[in-house]
């Protein structure tokens, strides 16, 4: 299946409590069954590179996502059960150009 529309999650680390190994378990089965799912990771340390000095690291940003959807609701609704988001935290969807 070919998709037109690629998008990006950005898992923000913090959350109001702490998810369980069962919700991620059950989060990517759904993901991989939803057949959206790209991949992703944690993230681990981080190092500027260049000489801006108002960069700061994305601290907040505790690891990505990558889904493929050409329906975006279809996406929203799955993100609404991400274990983050479940927990009181964030997960910022970031359409990517694709060229």
Known sequence: ML???????????ATQSPTTPEEWEQFFAA???????RGGSALGSRELLGTDPEARPTD???????FDADDVEALRALLAHHPV???????????????
Do not use: I, N
């Open 3 to 13: 998709f037109t529309m690629q998008y990006l999650v950005l898992v923000h680390a």
């Open 31 to 37: 993901a991989a069954a939803s057949g959206l799912f």
């Open 60 to 66: 907040a940003v505790g690891g990505y996502m990558r």
């Open 85 to 99: 988001v479940l927990h009181g935290g964030t997960v910022e969807m970031c359409e990517m150009v694709v060229s």
